[in-house]
């Protein structure tokens, strides 16, 4: 009877002190979730305000309304700025996904002298912060006339010309497709280019997804290169560069909500470039390919 | 179909890990030759080797006449099985059989009849439309077969196709492939490790060890007349009991005195001892497990044994025995030629007397392990 008792209350102890610990876990996680997202809502509330000239303390809007929306295509470049910003995006994605994957297949599958030392010299060069070279990268792109109006020309070869250095993670995916596919297909009469397209690109849509969707957001999200190329001339700049030079040149307490409504506009190329791709994160493409 | 000749191939990795060496071989037209060696006995860079996935550090790979050493695996014109079955996983079964064809931008109704006609004699046409990860280790490899079936190739490699399969679907693979290769006029070469698979599967054998080629041969041959011990030990399961023992010439005979025993060699093998002039020596004593036989305790040629291990595996009794000063040997008794009551005495601690079968025993050089009669 003793031992009955012993194991039915050591098994009550269990089940509640994993309840508990739950209980605290999920706590800790929404609050974090919840300091999160705050300042995004707050910017979401912000932007619907109307009549609004600057900070007022509150969170809802007292009278909701698209005021700063209008008022941001009508009296500023934005359109112009995100026009700018959404080409140099696909630009991006699409070279850098090229740059990118070309780098990390080579990487993970051909074997040469230079492959250990070459990847170890990118991996330190990656370390150094990227504005390094700025003075230089506006030195030469303004003898080449890639800066102020040109700049979203010149400022997509800035962020594709390294991102083959940006290989770590594509090559970590492909060094997990199993190398005898590649094999078979060589027997089977395909070229390593062959190879490539027709074999590791079908199985590898998570991470051509994700190396795209990184390409694409990179020019939203850049400021201090792009300021410094843009050069104050309106016809070049991206969103990050337009804003700010706007608010530099007004009030930012004036147009306080006008800036949340031009955030919340930047945000939807984004997420919505991610909501459309996402589906095709299929996981375990892989299944069946060999014997696990 | 095709001829393959390797001359003096030899493959180093990095500096000086050599995996192949001097190996020298001619295989046939339509002939079915099995590379067998333990792991990392070179046999699989071998294959890989003829298929184009490893560069050959020295020597040639002559596929009918034409050296290949520099050619891509695709402009080899081989086809390959691999272990892992190396299918596509995004391509329904149909597709992965269809893919080395749509490389070679076959038409259509081509590829279709191909296709369709390989499905058939391996019995995957229900699957065509199914993708790898919803078919069986079986069914998988079969698809792997029939993607290197379609193509007319000049030869069929084959790496260790039925590893990754569990016994019983081996065995039915096994005997697929040696009738597949009646409906196949091709050039076959099949990597195991299997020994079973070996002399089963091939005309000839070839059997490998750190590199090197030990032999040669049909499997009646390997397994008659082995070069040496190593491949006496690895053809034949359960491997042969090997020890060293003295070789006795008496008066015309031959005599082996295993453990104070006298057995005399009779037949075949007494003929060539005598007429390679071998007269009183020490030796190592190869005897198979089915060679050795019951004895009555008062004969000459007894040798008493205790038992170990007792395996009942139907058909035969396998006896794992040890001789008084510790060697450990294992006895291969037909079930039938036992009685129920020997049967029940064959236990655990229990003492048997047996002794060799004089016409069918191996005799080696306890120094270089080579065969003295080959």
């Known amino acids: 009877m003793k031992t009955e008792n012993k194991i039915k209350k050591s098994g009550l102890g269990a089940r509640a002190s994993r309840r508990i610990s739950n209980t605290i876990i999920y706590i800790v996680l929404i609050a974090i979730t919840l300091t999160w997202l705050f300042p995004f809502f707050g910017i979401l509330m912000e932007s619907f305000k109307v009549n609004e000239k600057g900070m007022d303390g509150e969170l809802f809007p007292e009278v909701w309304g698209f005021d700063n929306y209008i ?127 027709k074999v590791i690109m079908p199985l590898s849509g998570s991470i051509v997804i994700y190396t795209i969707l990184m390409g694409f957001m990179a020019p939203w999200g850049d400021f201090m290169l792009a300021s410094y190329i843009i050069h104050e001339n309106s016809a070049g700049m991206s969103v990050a560069v337009g804003m700010f030079e706007w608010l530099s040149k007004t009030m930012l307490n004036t147009n306080y909500t006008m800036f949340c409504a031009a955030g919340v506009i930047v945000a939807i190329p984004v997420t919505a470039v991610f909501l459309a791709l996402q589906k095709y994160y299929v996981e375990g493409v892989t299944g069946g390919a060999v014997k696990g | 179909m095709a001829n393959v000749k390797l001359t003096n191939v030899k493959k180093i990795y990095g500096k000086d890990t050599v995996a192949v060496q001097d190996f020298n071989l001619e295989i046939a037209d339509m002939e079915f030759v099995v590379f067998v060696g333990p792991s990392g006995c070179g046999k699989s860079t071998t294959l890989r080797m003829i298929a184009g996935l490893e560069d050959i550090s020295e020597g040639t790979v002559e596929i009918d006449g034409v050296v290949v050493n520099d050619l891509q695996p695709r402009d080899r014109n081989i086809a390959m099985v691999f272990q892992n079955y190396a299918l596509y996983p995004h391509l329904t079964v149909f597709e992965n059989m269809a893919f080395p064809l749509r490389l070679k931008k076959m038409p259509q109704d081509e590829v279709y009849k191909r296709v369709v006609n390989a499905a058939e004699i391996l019995g995957i046409t229900e699957y065509l439309t199914r993708k790898p990860r919803a078919l069986s280790g079986g069914q998988r490899q079969r698809v792997a077969i029939g993607r290197a079936m379609v193509r007319d190739s000049k030869v069929f490699l084959m790496d260790e196709p039925l590893s990754n399969l569990d016994a019983k679907l081996r065995n039915q693979m096994r005997a697929e492939i040696i009738l597949l290769r009646q409906k196949i006029d091709t050039t076959f070469i099949y990597v195991t490790h299997d020994q079973t698979e070996a002399m089963t599967l091939g005309d000839r054998i070839v059997i490998m060890k750190d590199g090197f080629i030990q032999q040669v041969g049909t499997p009646t041959e390997v397994f008659d007349m082995p070069v040496n011990l190593f491949v006496a030990e690895f053809i034949g399961a359960p491997k042969m009991n090997a020890f060293k023992t003295n070789l006795v010439y008496e008066d015309g005979k031959y005599y082996v005195t295993p453990y104070g025993a006298k057995i005399e060699v009779t037949g075949k093998k007494a003929d060539m001892l005598r007429e390679r002039n071998i007269t009183s020596r020490e030796i190592i004593l190869g005897v198979r497990p089915e060679h050795v036989n019951l004895a009555d305790k008062a004969d000459a040629s007894a040798i008493p044994c205790t038992i170990r291990v007792n395996e009942m595996m139907g058909s035969e009794l396998h006896l794992h025995v040890v001789e008084d000063n510790g060697d450990k040997l294992i006895v291969r008794i037909p079930t039938v030629s036992l009685e129920d009551e020997q049967r029940k005495e064959m236990v655990y601690g229990s003492t048997i007397y047996i002794t060799f079968e004089g016409k069918v025993m191996h005799f080696f050089d306890p120094e270089t392990n080579e065969n003295l009669l080959t």
């Not at chain 1, 959404?86 to 994957?101: D, E, K, P, R, S």
């Not at chain 1, 993670?169 to 070229?191: C, H, M, N, Q, Y």
């Open chain 1, 71 to 197: 008022r941001l295509f009508k009296e500023t470049d934005f359109l112009k700025w995100f026009i700018n910003t959404a080409l140099m995006g696909i630009a991006t994605a699409v070279f850098q996904t090229f740059f990118v994957l070309s780098m990390s297949y080579t990487l993970s599958r051909l074997r040469f002298k230079a492959r250990k030392p070459l990847m170890n010299l990118m991996l330190i060069l990656g370390m150094f912060p990227g504005f390094l070279t700025m003075i230089l990268i506006y030195k030469v792109f303004s003898e080449a006339g890639l800066t102020m109006e040109m700049a979203p020309v010149g400022l997509v070869i800035v962020y594709c010309a390294s991102s083959g250095m940006g290989y770590y993670i594509s090559k970590g995916f492909f060094d997990t497709i199993p190398k005898t596919l590649d094999e078979a297909a060589r027997v089977d009469g395909a070229t390593r280019m062959q190879v490539f397209y």
